[in-house]
């Protein structure tokens, strides 16, 4: 490793070019077009480029290690160049989406199956990963909210914080670790519409209540870079923000790490009609404190102009190359430019047993059951003859949107996984439907293989005529993996018409449905709930999605998700989350002129925090061990759980408050604290949970970060709707 004075010397002995150089991230698509794969990109006219710092989204030990030999023979200094990558949620062994991920509520089992994901980036010659995402989330209609873990800023901190340990480990020049990005600074979750990129227009408290902890978490937590978003706040683009990237990241904060943009956020500041030209956008960026610049030339082309008229000061570019130097040198690269690249080992620990074990497990406790009537769920003898049936039981891509590498080529579908455990004869499968059908406003052509309008109605009729046969039919359906994911915004949340065709056909022929959910969204899914027996949440599962499902559905494992956002009744109820404000007409006040819509109920069809088990759970004996808080004091809450059913499982008790009277208005519930406990059958077990005078804060009236002296309510039950509530009043 460089000391600092090593890295003053090297920078020292870097010609303008050069620094700026470091400072540029080329695509790969740049590399490959020059069909060398040599890591030696062209320039727009054709000639050879040498003088850049990192590329995205290549993979291969060997290849890699190729492309780094080929860059440092045509560079001068021997500094090795930087292989990033959007490693979301998974590399080669893919996790649940970071949204189902949230619904695990246990960050611990997030960080180990971080920390494998780590393992296998890193044996395969990778450095950075443009994860986790920690945007609050609360529009299903936003494509992207499939890639946060929820709607609420408390989950999403702890989180955040698991998921860059598990990616970074304690440290970066050791093997098993990648850089980890937060994304997207800030607050790209709040686009208006829930159409990505959208204007985000929020005040200062909510920025800092509400959308920034997240952030900060992983800061805190040492992350190594942070991406800006593409979105403005309050009309300034994140990306030419001094505010929030000098003065709160890395003022407030004590953020040193890289700053990279997103993918040509620095040169959309002209489309935000910000920056006249890319030489201007290039000037907002480095003076914002912008690091490294992804995929667009504004700095290549522009900064030396900048630097030589006097309109930039060569400190900025220098503390920007410096960073970019810390990194590289933190990651271990002077020492060896490969890394950790070692194509023996990534063999071997690529989809290793207890890297598929872990993303199994994950994928269970991501999956939210919504409703089990008749506890007909787990399937068993008493089920009788099975069919499955829907464009889910012979799909493989069970990945969801982002999960660059691995478009799931090499997973099981659900058919083959209970063929392969049960025989070919146990179960009956059709397709009933393709995924989407010809009436989707989905021109794309790579969608056509997923519609089919001259086999239509004969794969339905195929599917009715089967469930008529049967005793219990298991519908699998879902959206399509295209519709979340970026540039996903969707005005409608329903499921594809074609399914809901299919739905509703079989459900003429027979009632007794349990359906199996494939989502990277909360979606409208009421009409189908009501009339489905059970229905089970298992998102875009990843990897081991099918074993998981097969382990629930049979009952070798229950499913013990809580559900990390909240589902309309309706598109027309967003935004419905649960930690709102009380406004002056609460409902409970008064329901002619309460604050609602007058043709929908106020609640959300599924709440934030709910789930059930194949097992049922009793509270009681709630208590508080003192009704006041002192400054340096500490509450606890005591919740005695009884597990009432005949099958161990989990629970995850969860802490509410309300601070009741504040200088401003606070939302009628926050969850402060959770427990996810495994309970044995017919045991009953004790849990505290503990609360601080930090846990309190709030951005009181004069944005001061305070806990103001008062009464709070404390809630503590198995979701959001707890209503039973003890209150302590906060001293001072
Ligand atoms: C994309 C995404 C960002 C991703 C980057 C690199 O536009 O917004 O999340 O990491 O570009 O692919």
Known sequence: MKTKQELLELLNSLSLEDKIGQ?????????????????VPTQNNGEIKKNFTSVLNLFGAEKLMKIQDEYLKNNEHKIPMLFMADIIHGYRTIMPIPLAQGCSFNPALVEKCNSNVAAEASADGMHVTFAPMVDLARDPRWGRILESTGEDTYLNTLFSAAMVRGFQGEDLSKDGTIAATVKHFAAYGGAEGGRDYNTVDISERSLRQDYLPSYKAGVDAGVALIMTSFNVIGGVPSTGNKK???????????????????????NTMISHSVAANQKE????????GVDIEMCTPCYDRH??????????????????????????NKLGLFDNPYRFANPEKAKQIIGCDEF?????????????????????????????????????????????????????????????????????????????????????????????YDMCEDTREAKMKEAVKLAKKVDTVVMCIGEHYFESGEARGKAHITLPDVQIELFNRIYAVNKNIVVVLFNGRPVEIKNIADKAKAVLDVWFGG???????????????????????????????????????????????????????????????????????????EYSDFTL????????????????????????????????????????????????????????AGEEVSVDITLTPDDLRIYDINMDYVTEPGD??????????????????YLG
């Not at 890395?250 to 620095?266: H, K, L, P, Q, V």
């Not at 900064?303 to 590289?328: A, F, N, P, Q």
């Not at 049979?554 to 930690?579: D, E, K």
Request: overall charge neutral; some cysteine; glycine content about 6%.
């Open 543 to 617: 990897t081991m999605a099918t074993e998981a499902i097969a382990d629930m559905l049979f009952g070798i494992t229950a499913p013990s998700g809580r559900l990390s956002a909240s589902f309309p009744l309706c598109v027309g109820q967003i935004p419905v989350y649960y930690n709102y404000l009380p406004t002056d007409h609460p409902v409970e006040n008064s329901f002619e002129f309460g604050s609602r819509h007058i043709d929908i109920p106020s609640e959300p069809c599924y709440p934030f925090g709910y789930g059930l088990s194949y097992t049922t759970f």
């Open 712 to 729: 709070f309510y404390v809630f503590v039950g198995k979701d959001s709707t707890v209503k039973e509530y003890k209150v302590f009043k």
């Open 23 to 39: 400072l540029q991230q080329v695509s790969p698509v740049t590399i490959e077009a020059t069909g060398l794969e040599t890591g």
């Open 281 to 288: 956008a290039a000037r907002l960026s480095i003076e914002a």
């Open 244 to 266: 929030l990237l000098r003065d709160i990241l890395r003022d407030e904060w004590g953020f040193n790490g890289t700053i990279i943009t997103d993918w040509g956020s620095a």
């Open 303 to 328: 900064l030396k102009e900048l630097i030589d008229e006097g309109t930039v000061d060569i400190k900025l570019v220098d503390e920007s190359v410096m960073r970019v130097l810390e990194l590289k």
């Open 356 to 448: 598929l074990a872990d993303a199994k497990e994950l994928a269970c406790q991501s999956s939210v059951l919504l409703k089990n009537e008749d506890n007909i769920l787990p399937l068993s003898e008493k089920s009788g003859k099975i069919a499955f049936i829907g464009p889910y039981t012979c799909e493989k891509r069970l990945n969801g949107a982002w999960s660059v590498l691995d478009k799931n080529e090499n997973s099981p579908t659900l058919e083959q996984t209970l063929k392969k455990r049960f025989g070919d004869k146990a179960f009956k499968f059709a397709e009933g439907s393709k995924l989407l059908g010809v009436e989707q406003y989905y021109q794309a052509e790579f969608l056509k």
């Open 625 to 680: 061990s003192s009704d006041t808080l002192t400054k340096d004091g500490s509450i606890t809450a005591t919740v005695k759980v009884k597990n009432t059913g005949n099958r161990d499982s989990f629970e995850t008790v969860q802490l509410y408050i309300r601070d009741r009277f504040a200088s401003v208005s606070r939302p009628v519930k926050e969850l402060k604290g959770f427990k996810k406990v495994w309970i044995k």
